[in-house]
């Protein structure tokens, strides 16, 4: 099951393509820029000017090309990403500071998903790639003929073998400790992804083509090709389910924001259906929308902080060579992440997430905590000047929430807007909350600004970085 395999492919087959025309996307983009997204500051939240990035809707079309719009601007889109060939982009996920895209001719890219036009090859599966999903510090891609591949976050054309269903898989996700495949004639797989077990049936109906899903808590939602989403708990298998039926038909992904469902339908373009509700309204009018994922919205690190990382640091012709400060990988971040399970906050290995033990030096009984833009929450309960701060967990890139934490017994009593390094506010750090509910977590919590701690939140000056 494990046998590794090079999937390697000459650049050839790439830059060797026709350009693909994006006309559809050409004034999209030029509406895009009116906004202004990409140098939008909080100069009134933030105290140093920092870049900010609203939440986004990221799109993948059937030209090949990659469009991002702002969640309230969504006919305000611009061109990320352009492939020369025309091949439908069939999934997109981001996972710190990278946004990862499939593509039906079987190529993966990898992309700085605040940077325009930074996309690569990463892997080359050799058939269609219908879906990616990143779990256990790995991204996984579903192929067309029921292989699952396991692939290095940071390795290109490092891809091997992991698992298989018996149908050509056309959506996919990672919940907790399981892959999903959504196939044809409506059947979803679960397997393992620790374990060396066979992949086996979670769901099945006959009648039509699962082309997305989501989580929302305990429940998993399925997009079915011919116009429904079905809905059921994710605890147990072969269950009964409940059904919304949407008009219409040609459905082609789903993807779950502020606790609204958005939905790409084919030749027409991105709708919205409130859960429960059989009803859909059009938001975005776009004949090449094949794909759909979401950011939260990103603010960056203090500009005082960016050489932080660096073994020494030039300012005003003084080199300062002060501790390094660590940055983790994204291979790494694994081990700081937390997840939901019946309600409570676990950490990666399992255990509830308690704080009473954190360290006192700079933390008062906290951990410290970021959000990444794509809702992943990391925790340390290690925080040392000069080697462990906020701005470790991200490698110092941008993110959707920052600062303390404080939790008893997997309960999050409140989080605190403290780090000197992002400086956040409340207002974003509510995102946290919205993540937290995705994933199952249903209590309340405070959410302070910081003001029991001056310090943590005074700029330092660059010369005595720390």
């Known amino acids: 099951m494990f046998l590794k395999f090079s999937l390697a492919l000459s650049a ?15 004034n999209q983009d030029s509406a895009f820029s009116k906004v202004k ?12 000017e920092v870049p900010f990035m609203p939440p986004l809707m990221i799109i993948g079309n059937n030209n090949g090309s990659i469009t991002r ?3 309230d601007k969504p006919n305000s889109c611009e061109v990320f990403h352009t492939s020369p060939c025309h091949s439908n982009v069939t999934s997109t996920v981001v996972y710190g500071e990278y946004l990862y895209a499939s593509l039906e ?14 996309c690569y090859e990463f892997n080359q599966a050799g058939t269609k790639i219908s ?42 996700a990672a919940f907790d400790s399981h892959i999903y495949a959504g196939s044809h004639a409506g059947h979803i797989y679960r397997c393992w992804l620790t374990e060396d077990r066979d992949c086996s049936i979670f769901y099945e109906n006959g009648w039509s083509d699962v082309y997305g899903m989501v989580r929302l808590g305990e429940k998993m939602y399925g997009l079915k090709y011919a116009g429904a989403i079905h809905y059921f708990n994710m605890d147990f298998y072969q269950q009964d389910y409940q059904s919304i039926g949407l008009s219409g038909n040609g459905y082609t992904s789903m993807a779950l924001y502020n606790r609204k469902l958005y939905i790409v339908l084919k030749s027409k373009g991105i709708y919205t259906n409130n859960l429960g509700s059989e009803s859909v309204k059009l938001i975005a009018v776009n004949e090449n929308a094949v794909s759909i994922s979401f950011t939260y919205g990103t603010f960056g ?61 700079y933390s008062q009984k906290a951990a410290i905590f970021v959000m990444g833009p794509d809702g992943q929450i990391l925790v ?63 209590e309340d919590f405070y959410s302070y600004p910081c003001t029991y701690s001056a310090e943590l939140c005074e700029p330092v000056d660059v010369s005595n970085i720390y």
């Open 37 to 48: 997204v990409t140098e939008t500051v909080i100069s009134q939240k933030i105290t140093k």
């Open 301 to 361: 690190i203090q500009n005082q902080y960016r050489l932080e990382a660096k073994k020494c640091i030039y300012n005003d012709g003084i080199f300062t060579c002060p501790p390094t400060v660590v940055y983790y990988d994204v291979r790494s971040r694994a081990q700081w992440e937390v997840s939901v399970k019946n309600g409570s906050l676990y950490d990666s290995q399992g255990v509830i997430l308690d704080t009473s033990d954190a360290d006192e030096n």
């Open 131 to 172: 879906g990616l999903a990143v779990a256990a510090g790995y991204i996984h891609a579903g192929l067309k003929n029921g292989t699952i591949l396991r692939c290095e976050l940071d390795s290109p054309h490092s891809c091997w073998h992991f698992a298989d269903v018996p149908r050509e898989i056309l959506s996919f």
């Open 69 to 71: 719009c702002p969640i």
């Open 105 to 118: 001719s079987g190529i993966m890219l990898r992309c700085v998903w605040q940077r325009r036009h930074s």
């Open 380 to 442: 340390s309960k290690f925080h040392k000047r000069g080697h462990t701060h906020t701005s470790s967990l991200l490698a110092g890139n941008e993110v959707a929430g920052a600062g303390l934490i404080v939790a008893e017994q997997g309960k999050i009593r409140s989080i605190t807007a403290c780090s000197a390094h992002y400086r956040p506010d409340v207002e974003l750090n509510s995102q946290v909350k919205e993540s937290l509910y995705v994933k199952g977590y249903k």
């Open 12 to 26: 050839l087959a790439i830059v060797g393509c026709q350009a693909a025309a994006v006309t559809d996307t050409a």
